[in-house]
């Protein structure tokens, strides 16, 4: 399936992605995946917001990145095993509470959120929000594992829209001319990096021919996690046609300098 069988892609293409929230724009920095940073970037004009999820202990959703609290809060522990009435007692930088995807769904019916799912554990709970809040035509799940992609798949059916998993990524990059026509994945998005480490040397994911290949198939490619000005104009001029960034005052400075405004 391509972009244009989903109302996620309703927008001209590139777009820009704010990165839980915008990490890195200094009215952000030590806030990322709040409720302030998300702010912070549909005030700047994005509609299309990134965010990952984990469950708790007793299946609430959050909008949160890692697997553990320790890193950016005043909690402890692993979100699977804690209940929420523990986890919300927790603060990003000692100041706010960790929202859940349901409060940014709620908080924001205008925008588009790009959830990168974490664990297991969060897939029920997300079909779940998903389905109560009539949002399945303003997200797309994105996972690194193969396996997770097709349980939420299965889960809510071929409506939802996806980005590609590893091994469709892997197929489109580096399979043979003579067969990618016959590649066919449910996604409608690749989201990648410019490449990968591999034994000590650098591997081009991002490349013309797989721009080329995607347009072909009628998808879209998005690129993570670029924060850079000249690097965002290279695979602009590329032609990918989303860039996924934690600096989202730079990227909306490269899109204006191109002549695409945001919240398109």
Not at 21 to 34: F, H, M, V, Y
Not at 55 to 71: C, E, I, P, S, Y
Not at 84 to 90: C, D, F, I, L, Q
Request: a neutral charge; hydrophobic letters at 45%; aromatic letters at 6%.
């Amino acid at each position: 399936m391509g972009a244009a069988d989903f109302a996620y892609f309703d927008a001209p293409t590139p777009i820009g992605l704010a990165h839980r929230g915008g990490a890195k724009l200094s009215a952000n920095l030590r806030l990322e995946n709040t409720l302030s940073a998300f702010r912070e970037a549909v005030h700047l004009g994005y509609r299309y917001l990134e965010t990952d999820v984990h469950a708790t202990a007793d299946g609430v959703l959050l909008a949160f990145h890692d697997h553990r609290l320790d890193r950016v809060t005043s909690g402890a522990g692993l979100i699977a095993r804690l209940p929420y009435a523990v986890v919300r007692e927790a603060r990003i930088d000692g100041t706010e509470q960790i929202p859940t995807l349901a409060a940014l769904l709620e908080e924001f019916p205008g925008a588009r959120f790009n959830i990168d799912v974490k664990a297991s554990g969060a897939l029920e709970p997300l079909a779940e929000v998903i389905r109560s809040h009539g949002a399945l035509e303003r997200v797309c799940v994105a996972s690194f594992s193969d396996r997770r992609l097709r349980a939420v798949r299965r889960l809510l059916g071929p409506g939802l829209a996806t980005a590609a998993g590893p091994s469709e990524v892997a197929a489109l990059r580096f399979a043979p001319d003579r067969i990618t026509s016959w590649l066919r994945s449910p996604a409608p998005v690749l989201q990648v990096p410019t490449g990968h480490l591999v034994g000590g040397r650098r591997l081009d994911l991002v490349t013309p021919a797989l721009v080329e290949r995607v347009h072909a198939q009628g998808k879209h490619i998005h690129v993570w996690t670029i924060d850079d000005a000249q690097e965002m104009h290279r695979l602009f001029d590329l032609g990918v046609d989303g860039i996924v960034s934690d600096r989202i005052d730079t990227l909306a400075g490269v899109l204006a300098e191109r002549g695409v405004p945001l919240g398109q």
